[in-house]
């Protein structure tokens, strides 16, 4: 029974270093899907206008 007991106590000491480790490793992951459910937050880049130059040069560089 002493045997039983020590090994229970020492099991109950290590309990809380072993949460606390593991809310530690896990909240990097948790908060990942709660970043990307709000998505008020992303900022977009506006569009550039297409000035069409590209077949232009594309046509050029084969002539030449």
């Known amino acids: 029974m002493n045997r039983v007991a020590a090994t229970a106590l020492k099991t109950l000491r290590l309990l809380p270093r072993a949460v606390l480790i593991l809310m530690l490793l896990a909240a990097p992951v948790l908060a990942v899907p709660m970043m990307r ?28």
Not at 45 to 60: D, E, M, Q, R
């Open 37 to 64: 459910a709000n998505t008020g937050s992303i900022i977009e880049a506006p569009t550039p206008k297409k000035a069409g130059i590209g077949f232009v040069l594309l046509v050029s560089l084969q002539r030449g």
